[in-house]
């Protein structure tokens, strides 16, 4: 048990659904991002958010739209999906202070395929 | 371009060697390197955080260093075993000292087995 809790494990969903992912953490922990990881390539930062506010979006398609409620939850929506989506999305979070940050608790993952 | 680089094979060794992998950068100044252990269907486990001032740093049977000339950090694990088998992940914080969040840029990952 890592301490961020993912849901669902797995995802299968059409290109016209919409879906959500799930991700809490019990670390109280001031920071949460999503990552992507797909098949052959590295993780692949793609929202920050510090104390509920978003800091950081890598340049990522509307398609995915995060929710930060509180410091403790965080969502990701998905709509009108592409194939070339399906991977497996990992969420994380971790203590950052100015100037020191320490190492990042990732969940287990939600395998998402888009058919 | 910037880039993260890793031995893209997967390394095989015989158990109780020791196993060496390689995380080389360019174009980067990170002020932390971690690295993660990551096993199959699995989100990534932290395992050690070197900074930039530091040269080595130690836990248990792992050892990591980081040389910020060659731009290049060495994990090893000693006295490996079967269940050292997963795929090691090297990652360069390049957030700013003064920014609230962590920006972590991962390399592909080494995949390690550890033969009996």
């Known amino acids: 048990e890592t301490g961020v809790t993912q849901t669902p494990r797995h995802l299968v969903m059409g290109m016209t659904n919409k879906k959500s992912l799930k991700c809490e953490q019990h670390?109280?922990?001031?920071?949460m991002y999503w990552y992507k990881q797909s098949a052959k390539k590295p993780l692949e930062l793609m929202f920050v958010?510090?104390?509920?506010?978003?800091?950081e979006n890598n340049s990522v398609p509307s398609r995915f739209s995060p929710e930060c409620p509180n410091s403790s939850h965080l969502f990701l929506h998905l709509h009108t999906l592409q194939p070339e989506d399906s991977a497996l999305y990992l969420c994380?979070?971790?203590?950052?202070?100015?100037?020191?940050?320490?190492?990042?608790?990732f969940g287990q993952g939600t395998r998402l395929t888009v058919v | 371009s910037q880039k993260i680089e890793q031995n893209s094979e997967a390394l095989n060794i015989q158990e109780g060697k020791t196993a060496t992998l390689t995380c080389n950068y360019t174009?980067?100044?990170?002020?932390?390197l971690q690295w993660y252990r990551q096993d199959p269907g699995r989100g990534p486990v932290f395992l050690l955080l070197?900074?930039?001032?530091?040269k080595e740093k130690r836990k248990e049977r792992l050892k990591v260093t980081f040389d910020t000339t060659l731009k290049q950090s060495l994990f090893h694990i000693t006295a490996s075993q079967p269940a050292d088998s997963a795929t090691y992940l090297c990652?360069?914080?390049?957030?700013?000292?003064?920014?609230?969040?962590?920006?972590?840029?991962f390399g592909t990952g080494t995949r390690l087995l550890v033969s009996p």
């Open positions: 670390l109280g922990h001031n920071a």
């Open positions: 990652a360069l914080d390049i957030s700013s000292r003064n920014t609230g969040f962590q920006k972590l840029v």
């Open positions: 070197i900074r930039e001032n530091e």
């Open positions: 958010y510090n104390f509920k506010e978003q800091t």
């Open positions: 994380a979070s971790s203590q950052v202070d100015r100037g020191r940050n320490t190492e990042a608790f």
């Open positions: 174009n980067y100044s990170p002020a932390y």
